[in-house]
């Protein structure tokens, strides 16, 4: 049985790589930031109270248009959405009787990253391994986001387009090796590469955000492959019969 | 008249906190139905999944970079390496071809 904090410090080495990419996308966020009006210190606040990639880069161009508040609301809910989900799918692996309290810690920890390392983890989520994991991750994401703003312009583009590519490396560390055992998990990768691809080049869908365009494609494939492939929240099969087979 | 920046950001933490947490004070134990079960067991693949591609092609300086991220990040998951060796693995391929691209 691991202790409360071997498991946070596992969380917190599995941190440090998502921290390093964070740390990289921030700092492009940090450009983007400067130039919708914030100082690095209101870049590094807004990123250590949000750490939500997408919905930040968002939210600064709103304020930069002065868009009014309930208008940020309704927009950082849409294009957040994707989190309602994946907090559904943390709290589908936590036993009835679950204290609230560890919930909302366990949630207050999402971020696609996060979410990504906790649910490949086996067995129930714990607020000591995400928060292990948050503590690692957050601190870069802000302080790339202060460093893109306050010296954007120094570091070569070549090095931002290398590390532009490490979150996506990590999203593949996630979902490839399940894809590998599991056929079905590894149809609903590659499916939802080619209509994720399709999502871009096709009229009408194309000319939604991505993150509206991640969240309608995650619902529908979600779906279908729920219907195709019925899996119990850990993954085992479901027969037809209703027998289940540890797979 | 421009709405206080810091106001701005506390709206903005405080609205994504809550899509985070929405589930937690909605569920209060796993839910036994079938299709909800299975469609949330795909949720994670098929979110990173949308989310990696075609975006990685079109995060680098050149499509092909970023292709060849994808493909060097898909292979070096698959065999094995950690979270943080896939991710150096892309870096360095988007790094060293551009060296030559450009």
Redesign the interface.
């Given at each position: 049985m691991e202790t409360s904090k071997e498991i946070f410090l596992k969380g917190y080495r599995?941190g440090?790589?998502?921290g390093?990419?964070y740390f990289?996308v921030a700092f492009s966020l940090g450009i983007a930031a400067r130039e919708y009006?914030?100082n690095a210190f209101?870049g590094f606040?807004?990123s250590i109270?949000?750490?939500?990639s997408a919905?930040?880069y968002m939210?600064f161009a709103l304020?930069a248009t002065?868009t009014?508040?309930i208008e940020?609301?309704i927009l950082?809910?849409i294009i957040?959405?994707?989190?309602?989900?994946?907090?559904?799918?943390?709290?589908?692996?936590?036993?009835?009787?679950t204290p609230?309290r560890t919930?909302?810690l366990?949630?207050?920890?999402?971020t696609?990253e996060i979410?990504?390392?906790t649910?490949?983890r086996p067995g129930v989520p714990t607020p000591f391994y995400t928060f292990g994991a948050l503590f690692a991750a957050v601190p870069l994401w802000a302080l790339g986001t202060a460093l893109g703003i306050s010296m954007g312009i120094i570091l070569p583009?070549?090095?931002v387009?290398?590390?532009?590519?490490?979150?996506?490396?990590?999203?593949?560390?996630?979902?490839?090796?399940?894809?590998?055992k599991d056929k079905a998990?590894g149809i609903?990768?590659f499916v939802?590469?080619a209509?994720?691809?399709a999502?871009?080049k096709l009229p009408v869908i194309s000319g939604l955000s991505?993150g509206n365009?991640?969240i309608l494609?995650?619902v529908l494939?979600?779906?279908l492959?729920?219907?195709l492939?019925?899996?119990?929240?850990d993954?085992e099969k479901?027969e037809k019969g209703g027998a289940r087979d540890a797979d | 008249m421009q709405t206080n920046i810091y106001l701005y950001i506390f709206v903005m933490a405080f609205s994504t906190w809550v899509m985070r947490v929405a589930a937690s004070f909605i569920m209060r134990k796993p839910i036994k139905n079938m299709f909800i079960q299975s469609f949330l067991y795909y949720v994670p693949y098929v979110t990173l999944a949308v989310m990696t591609f075609p975006a990685i092609v079109e995060a680098t300086g050149t499509p092909i970079s970023g292709a060849a991220a994808l493909i060097i990040g898909i292979l070096a998951a698959w065999f094995g390496a950690s979270l943080f060796k896939v991710a150096v693995f892309c870096c360095l391929t988007v790094f060293v071809l551009e060296l030559f691209i450009h």
């Open positions: 599995d440090i790589p998502i390093a990419g990289a009006g914030f209101q606040l807004a109270l949000t750490y939500a919905g930040q939210g304020y002065n009014a508040l940020l609301i950082t809910f957040n959405a994707r989190y309602i989900l994946m907090g559904f799918a943390l709290n589908q692996r936590m036993p009835e009787g609230l919930r909302v366990v949630g207050s920890c999402i696609d979410f990504g390392i649910i490949a583009a070549r090095v387009s290398a590390l532009s590519v490490a979150l996506f490396g990590m999203f593949l560390a996630v979902i490839i090796p399940p894809a590998r998990v609903a990768v939802s590469f209509c994720s691809l999502a871009v991505q365009r991640t494609l995650t494939l979600s779906a492959f729920a219907v492939f019925p899996r119990t929240a993954g479901i | -």
